[in-house]
């Protein structure tokens, strides 16, 4: 590739290659080639050479820095980044490749103001916008894995003002910031405010709009931060400076702007809680090791040779007693995890439960078990991990059976209470076997997965009204109600709760939450378009018999695109009431959207299949196929142990389209289900019964509820130091 001589410099300069670096176009050249060709070492090695030849160029810093960095030499990344600044200060793409060091350092805040000093520092014709497009979205995924959603959103608002970077990409980003956990307090995205016009402090109130408009976030926050003295009571004010700090990844001084615009008089009480929510999640973004705290923790112990009373421990003895105790259940793991990172797998992995498993009642999982043999340079030992509270409790039942007692049990990482007690899992009664009638009534599992869920919720609401929470400073429930701060705190984690509740029950305990802590309940909203003119956390009260049907469809898909499952449920619900009604307006693929969403979202594997038996009938009325419904109750009939119900289904997926889309979906089914597809070919081939068929054992166990990102006990135990850290950076990306 040649370069014009009249293009941008390439290391950030305000000026022409042929007036800055005209004597290493050759060299830049070859560069460019080398860096195209993916021969990143080589290009580095050279770049390093002609920066020796030629020091203080911008353009050699700025390559050296990037191929640095995509060969994640982090530490000479940042050594060269730092002798850019020093000799270019106000160079836009140094300042850019700082925020990334700075990012890689972990160092959110300074990396948010140095990108900030670079679109500052762009020249007016953006002769490095390319380059800080992609610094921009790297930092967008940075800041995303970092929790600072407020930063990542707002790079992404800035890369949609400027149109930088294509739609696809825009789109890709913006869905990798959702996957990353946005808060349902921080899926708002509020919008500066202007003040009033006979305000005193208009002028600087409005040139710190403009420095904000213009992107110069941080000009703005110091501006808005000089009216404190005379505008401490405008609402306007700390709104704008919570937005800003959010933005500029300042966690806390947006946490406690959040907490003051609660406090001003002017607002709704509505718009005071959800302020405190926004603060709530700033707070933990900012101390996510905040008092009080569960740990997940590790205890070990050696296993003796002999036992108690003198005689030789076998491990195999060990295990079979382990085995035959109802508190305990041997688990499947995957050797090569453990192999691939150069560890030492363990004989076996167990569940521990605080009792058995009756009819009557599910057994809470208290922790994880693992057994060691001897090793060249250790006896067999045993490892038991789990959460704090749990793991007292996990040793009184295992310390006998292992015939020695667990050391002190150290800290490996740390959640809050709620997500502790959100996170508990449950062994329900399963029968051990179940004729045909029974598998296709479904009474079994949908019993079994009910009772599961009522432990975790009976749970949860008994317990969490009187654990101490870091959101609430340390203090209960029960004692925060008690004031007008803690008040708002409390509604405002219940809010979140239910607001992205997706299963009845689920809703239901939220709401006896707010009923036993003497809460008022939520009352209704009225708005013609909801989606407009109300904040997110407020659709789910919005009096749907008002809404024109085009409204209602724009609240479904909103709801579901942000995660709100109650409004999209309520809004679902509502479209299939409208088609009762001819004139309603409906359309069948109206009926379709709110079916499909309502079928992920059934409590019953009964209800689930009524809604695909109405599916199918609106399938067939769009001329559209049925190969994905087939699937959805291949999934159901593996779930209930349903062995005339899957083969059913098997045979119309055979007899159908042979659609790659429909292929990879079943081979996603039978992996849920712990089915490996060759087996069963092979098994089906010999004129054998399909592995997991009915009759020879029972539906498949009910899956935990799922977790909020946090290891549990009875998952993979996780890697020793964490995993490598993401690449978030390659050249020419």
Not at 86 to 115: K, R
Not at 297 to 315: F, V, Y
Request: hydrophobic share 45%.
């Amino acid at each position: 590739m040649s370069i014009d001589p009249y293009a941008a410099c390439p290391g950030g300069k305000d000026k022409k290659i042929k007036f800055c670096c005209a004597d290493l176009v050759g060299e830049l050249e070859q560069l460019d080639k080398l860096i195209e060709g993916e021969q990143y070492s080589a290009a580095l090695e050279k770049a390093t050479r002609l920066d020796a030849a030629h020091p203080g160029r911008a353009c050699l810093l700025a390559t050296k820095t990037k191929l640095q960095l995509s060969s994640r030499g982090f530490d000479q990344a940042m050594a060269t980044n730092q002798a850019f600044l020093a000799a270019f200060p106000d160079n836009p793409l140094a300042l850019g490749q700082s925020a990334i060091c700075a990012a890689l350092a972990d160092n959110m805040q300074e990396a948010a103001a140095a990108f900030d000093a670079a679109r500052e520092s762009m020249p007016a014709e953006g002769a490095t916008t390319e380059e800080l497009t992609r610094i921009a979205f790297t930092l967008m995924q940075a800041a995303a894995q970092a929790g600072q959603v407020g930063m990542a959103q707002g790079l992404l608002e800035w890369v949609d003002d400027r149109g930088l970077g294509s739609e696809d990409n825009r789109q890709a980003v913006a869905a990798m910031i959702g996957q990353e956990g946005v808060p349902p307090a921080l899926r708002a995205r509020p919008a500066l405010l202007p003040t009033a016009d006979n305000s005193p402090w208009r002028f600087e109130f409005q040139a710190a709009m403009k420095h904000a408009d213009e992107w110069r976030l941080t000009k703005a926050l110091k501006t808005f931060r000089t009216l404190k003295g005379v505008a401490g009571e405008c609402r306007e004010l700390f709104t704008n400076i919570a937005i800003l700090c959010e933005k500029l990844a300042r966690p806390f001084e947006a946490a406690e702007a959040w907490v003051k615009v609660a406090g001003l008089p002017g607002g709704s009480e509505d718009d005071a809680i959800e302020a405190i929510g926004r603060a709530i999640v700033l707070e933990q973004e900012a101390n996510p090791e905040r008092s009080p705290t569960v740990p997940l923790s590790q205890a070990m112990l050696e296993i003796p040779a002999t036992d108690t009373a003198g005689g030789p421990l076998d491990l195999d003895l060990v295990e079979d007693t382990l085995r035959h105790d109802g508190r305990f259940e041997s688990v499947p793991f995957d050797r090569s995890n453990w192999v691939s990172r150069n560890a030492v797998p363990p004989r076996s992995v167990w569940r521990v439960y605080d009792a058995a498993v009756t009819e009557e009642r599910p057994a809470l999982l208290l922790a994880s078990l693992l057994i060691f043999g001897k090793q060249t340079d250790r006896a067999p030992h045993a490892v038991l991990q789990g959460f704090g509270p749990d793991l007292a409790a996990a040793r009184e039942a295992a310390e006998p059976l292992l015939h020695a007692a667990f050391g002190e049990a150290a800290a490996t990482s740390l959640t809050t209470p709620t997500n502790w007690l959100l996170s508990a899992q449950f062994r329900p009664h399963t029968p051990s076997s179940l004729t045909p009638d029974q598998a296709a009534d479904s009474g079994a599992f949908d019993k079994a997965m009910r009772q599961q869920r009522e432990a975790v919720w009976s749970r949860f609401v008994a317990e969490w009204p009187a654990t101490p929470l870091p959101e609430l400073l340390g203090r209960t429930p029960r004692e925060a109600v008690g004031d007008t701060d803690g008040r708002r705190r409390v509604e405002a984690m219940l809010l979140a709760g239910q607001v992205t509740a997706a299963l009845e029950p689920v809703r239901e305990a939220w709401t006896t939450l707010r009923s036993d802590l003497g809460l008022a309940p939520e009352s209704p909203v009225e708005s013609a378009a909801p989606v407009e003119e109300l904040p997110p956390m407020r659709w789910h009260r919005v009096a749907l018999g008002p809404l024109s049907l085009d409204q209602l469809r724009l609240l479904l898909e909103m709801s579901i695109a942000s995660g709100f499952e109650l409004s999209a449920v309520r809004a679902a619900t509502e479209v299939l009431e409208r088609t009762k009604t001819p004139e309603a307006g409906t359309e069948p693929a109206d009926q379709w959207r709110a079916l499909s969403f309502l079928e992920e979202r059934a409590e019953t594997t009964t209800e689930k299949l009524e809604i695909l038996g109405r599916l199918r009938k609106i399938a067939a009325a769009l001329g559209a196929s049925e190969a994905m419904l087939d699937v959805a109750e291949l999934r159901l009939a593996l779930q209930r142990g349903d062995q005339i119900s899957m083969q059913r289904m098997l045979d119309r997926i055979r007899r159908g389209p042979q659609d790659q889309r429909v292929l990879q979906a079943v081979a996603a089914v039978f992996a849920e289900a712990g089915i490996d597809l060759s087996a069963m070919a092979a098994a089906q081939a010999g004129g054998m019964p399909p592995p997991g068929a009915a009759g020879g054992g029972g539906p498949a166990a009910a899956a935990p509820p799922a977790s909020s990102g946090l290891w549990t006990p009875g998952s993979d135990a996780p890697a020793a130091g964490g995993g490598e850290k993401k690449a978030i950076w390659t050249p020419g990306s």
